[in-house]
């Protein structure tokens, strides 16, 4: 069964039981979008061993439900600090971090993560590394003994996504590393979480692997609706996936600029070649080397 369109249920498999949260509603279809994320006025500062560092000073941003927002900024600005206050695994010095509405006090359970190595257990088959969060999250945990084979289909179903359905029986090192890397975006997603976070997920892969994964991500967004933080230094990566960009300053980092990125959908990769994507691109690096120095 092929997967359904956004703002369906949309895999495969047990369907919502009573009550059940609808993590992959698609964009509200009026008005202005409800918030899903909010960074308000975030300051952190982490304990050194040779005194305090402020990683993020005085940061505010806000993600939308079903928004894809890229984060970009010189290295060291607090781009993955940024990440771990979002998914509740650091606490704000200052300031408050809110997702749905509440304000986030521990481990976030809604998110999927994405980092720039698939970290694939190699004693599992690709199958069976995606399937590990269904182990591990509520409310699939207690589901999954007794409803494994359907669990199965969903998890093959979103290999098709990507590819690699016919692989599903192999082991990580028996691939390369694109193909890790798609089946660690179907195990970021196999739970179905309203938010993906993607802290350089394509950093270590060559130039066209790395575009056909931005095809592979672009894909999967536009079916399945969840909402995106993607960190990136890849500038030609934000400006092809994103809605939204935030540029952050150097360290201590602050959002400096938020630029909207309008290029129509679906967006085809020649869109990359566009003048229009180039000045982009120009700009923002602009503005980073302007950061960077200040
Ligand atoms: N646990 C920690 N203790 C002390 N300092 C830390 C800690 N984690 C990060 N930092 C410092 O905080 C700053 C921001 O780090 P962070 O990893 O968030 O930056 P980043 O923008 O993701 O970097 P990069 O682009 O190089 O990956 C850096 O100066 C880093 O050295």
Redesign the pocket.
Known sequence: MPLRRRGRYPLPGPPPQGGRERHLEAHPPQGKPTALIRLDDVTLS?K?RTGD?T?LAHTSIEVARGEFAAVV?P???????LMKLVTGLIRPTQGAVSVEGKPVNGPVKLAGMAFQHANMLPWRSVLDNVMLPLEIVEPHRSRYRREKAAYRERALDLLGVVGLRDFADRYPWEMSGGMQQRASLCRALIHEPALLMLDEPFAALDAFTREELWVVLRDLWQRLGFTVIL?T?DLREAAFLADTIHVMSA?P?RVVETRRVEFPRPRPLEVCYEPAFTQLVHELRGKIAEVRQA
């Not at 290295?75 to 600090?81: A, F, I, L």
């Open positions: 982490y050194g560092v990683a900024g290295s060291g600005c607090g781009k993955s600090t960190v230094h360290r980092g």
